[in-house]
């Protein structure tokens, strides 16, 4: 038995298709299945209902999308390097769009419908989130990315796995089951169901109505993180939160310890900055005041002493002038009493006649009494002989 290397069998393979005339310059169609350029080559999968065939194509210009029926032209070609076998097409052309596309529109059209994606039944992701429950498979890179991100963000973060299956004929049921067991877990903040890129046909479990209805219902955040960020599954609307890779997600679910450090200081920093500007405030405000209200006392003050001088003055002018009028008054009454002044009445030859010291009258004076009269310079002693009245009208 003759004894191969590598390089020569994949000579012998690589001479065989280049020779093989019915494999130059063929029409290949189908329904692409993933889909990519990097620096004008486009890396695409071509498939139909049993197989899929590899593709790229050099200087690619136009962007399709997956589930596209497209129409190449081109030749197979083996590269021994790789040993790959890959269809090199030199024109695609789209020819409408494939069927498991077409069901997947249709299913997100009736689930919309229904208001399974409405962004007002979607529940807000916690600001601060202490653990995590993740849907994926174990065994996965994607498992690994979410720890390693999220606990270099947040070393004390909780992480919860559900093993499932994120491909094939199991994946659906598994899927449900970690969202349900999340779901009932009082431990768990937040649920990421997470896997990595794929073709369409790696995603179909995420485009699945049962599913989509049970992470409608979910009482969780819940947060889709499949594929890259160009793929798009049902789960994606339906979830609170999309996230373009599982990557992402992790970011999108964990604060940065030195970053929430940072920013605690920052807002310490701000409110010391704000207190003593406030007290600053305040007692610029409170001299004020006492300026101010230092200056409304003065001028109180100064009023209440211009109002006190003023009655002052009104008093001493009234006391002034009650004085005057009680002199001019006395004065008058010092006047009369002078003219009433018996001695006065005497110097004009006027008499003062009394008994027993009292006034005499018609009533207190009888015959016989002893009166007394006063002159200006004599007091004489008299015997009352004759008494009768005077009647002033006849003299």
Avoid: W
């Avoid at 001088?309 to 004065?331: A, G, P, S």
């Amino acid at each position: 038995m003759k004894v191969f290397t590598v390089s020569q069998i994949n000579r012998i393979i690589k001479n065989l298709i280049d020779n093989e005339v019915i494999l130059e310059d063929i029409m290949i169609t189908g329904e692409l299945s993933s889909f990519s350029i990097s620096r004008q080559i486009a890396y695409f999968t071509l498939k139909d209902n049993d197989n899929l065939l590899s593709c790229i194509q050099f200087n690619a210009k136009q962007e399709f999308k997956i589930g596209d029926m497209v129409q190449c032209r081109g030749n197979i070609k083996y590269y021994p390097k790789g040993g790959k076998l890959s269809f090199s097409a030199l024109t695609i052309e789209s020819c409408g769009q494939g069927e498991l596309y077409q069901q997947f529109l249709k299913m997100k059209q009736k689930l919309e419908e229904e208001g399974l994606f409405d962004e007002k039944n979607k529940i807000p992701i916690p600001n601060f989130i202490n653990s995590i429950g993740v849907v994926t498979s174990k065994t996965g890179a994607v498992l690994q990315d979410i720890k390693n991100i999220a606990f270099r963000r947040n070393p004390n973060i909780d992480i919860y796995v559900y093993d499932a299956q994120v491909q094939g004929n199991l994946a659906v049921q598994q899927i449900i089951e970690g969202i349900t067991y999340f779901d009932n877990m009082t431990d768990v903040d937040v649920i990421i169901v997470a896997r990595g890129g794929g073709s369409i046909e790696d995603l179909m479990p995420f485009n699945d109505e049962e599913l989509a209805r049970i992470a409608y219902i979910c009482n969780k955040p819940l947060i889709s993180a499949v594929g890259h960020e160009t793929d798009y599954t049902i789960l994606d609307f339906v979830a609170d939160l999309r996230a373009p890779t599982p990557s992402a997600a992790a970011e999108l679910v964990t604060f940065d310890n030195v970053e929430l450090i940072k920013h605690i200081k920052d807002l310490q920093s701000s409110i010391f900055t704000s207190i003593n500007n406030q007290i600053i405030d305040l007692d610029t405000n409170i001299n004020y005041n006492i300026l101010n209200i230092e200056r409304v006392l003065n001028e109180k003050i100064n009023d209440e002493i211009l109002f006190i001088n003023d009655l002052i003055n009104n008093i001493e002018h009234k006391l002034d002038k009650n004085i005057d009028t009680t002199i001019y008054r006395v004065n008058i009454a010092l006047n009369t009493l002078d003219k009433l002044n018996p001695s006065k009445l005497l110097q004009s030859g006027y008499a003062h006649v009394m008994k027993d010291n009292l006034p005499i009258n018609f009533e207190n004076i009888n015959i016989g009494d002893t009166i007394c009269t006063i002159t200006k310079d004599m007091k004489l002693s008299s015997i009352v002989t004759k008494k009768e009245k005077y009647d002033r009208a006849k003299y």
